[in-house]
């Protein structure tokens, strides 16, 4: 039983910066991919980013240039750092598990279905 827990979420300013943070246990960790989704009121669950393995990155148009996705694998974690936020930033943000396809010349991020309780980015003045 795979088990999530996200943390590091906040009330920020617009220009701040969040570095979100992911553990995982349950997974062998370091043969998967991770990503990261966001999920604001009113609206779908959306891809955010994404890391294989190997520690090749995927991102959504949206967020590319501010978000990276690093990962470590002694800790068992998975970071979202987040740069110049934005109100339209404003969600959950949650972490998965996954694997990824090559599709044309990039990657696409397979969740395997496994969720944490999600934390909470809130930017605004």
């Known amino acids: 039983q795979v088990q999530l827990v996200e943390s590091g979420g906040g009330l920020v300013q617009p220009g701040g910066s969040l570095r979100l943070s992911c553990v995982v246990s349950?997974?062998?960790?370091?043969?998967?991919?991770m990503g990261w989704y966001r999920q604001a009121p009113g609206n779908q669950r959306e891809f955010v980013a994404s890391?294989?393995?190997?520690?090749?990155?995927n991102y959504a148009d949206s967020v590319a240039g501010r978000f990276t996705i690093p990962r470590d694998n002694a800790k068992n974690t998975v970071y979202l750092q987040i740069g110049n936020l934005k109100p339209e930033d404003t969600a959950v943000y949650y972490c998965?598990?996954?694997?990824?396809?090559?599709?044309?010349?990039?990657?696409?991020?397979?969740?395997?279905?496994?969720w944490g309780q999600g934390t909470q980015v809130t930017v605004s003045s």
């Open positions: 998965s598990v996954g694997s990824h396809l090559r599709v044309g010349s990039s990657w696409r991020f397979i969740g395997d279905g496994y």
């Open positions: 890391i294989t393995r190997d520690g090749e990155t």
């Open positions: 349950g997974s062998i960790f370091s043969a998967r991919g």
